[in-house]
C-alpha cells in the first residue's frame, strides 16, 4: 500500500511556472515507477510524465521541453512546469506502479489553473 499527497498546485499565467511535489508513504520500497497524470473537464485522465524506478523519464509529447519529472529520495517527485498554456489547465494526480503486477496507486489531485 502507497499513500500518495500532491501539493504545488494554484493559478498562474500563461509562460509562468509552477513545480508541482508528490510525498509518498507506506510501502515505498515496492515502488517501480511514478508518474504525473492530469484530467481536464470533459476529458479522460492522461500521462504527462513518468520516471522509473532507474530513473529513465518519459513525456507526453504535449509537454515535452517544458516540464521536467524528477525526484530527490524515495518518497519525493516533483514536476517542474515551465512556460505554462492555458491547455494545461487541469486536476494533476500523482501516480505510482507497485511490484510485480504494476498495481497503480493515486495521489487526490492539486488543480492547475493557467490563465490568459
Known amino acids: 500500500q502507497v499513500q500518495l499527497v500532491e501539493s504545488g498546485g494554484g493559478l498562474v499565467q500563461a509562460g509562468g511556472s509552477l513545480r508541482l511535489s508528490c510525498a509518498a508513504s507506506g510501502s515505498i520500497f515496492s515502488i517501480n515507477a511514478m508518474g504525473w497524470y492530469r484530467q481536464a473537464p470533459g476529458k479522460q485522465r492522461e500521462l504527462v510524465a513518468v520516471i522509473t524506478r532507474g530513473g529513465s523519464t518519459n513525456y507526453a509529447d504535449s509537454v515535452k521541453g517544458r516540464f521536467t519529472i524528477s525526484r530527490d529520495n524515495a518518497k519525493m517527485v516533483y514536476l517542474q512546469m515551465n512556460s505554462l498554456k492555458p491547455e494545461d489547465t487541469a486536476v494533476y494526480y500523482c501516480?505510482?506502479?507497485?511490484?510485480?503486477?504494476?498495481?497503480?496507486?493515486w495521489g487526490q489531485g492539486t488543480q492547475v489553473t493557467v490563465s490568459s
Open positions: 501516480n505510482a506502479a507497485l511490484g510485480a503486477t504494476m498495481t497503480h496507486y
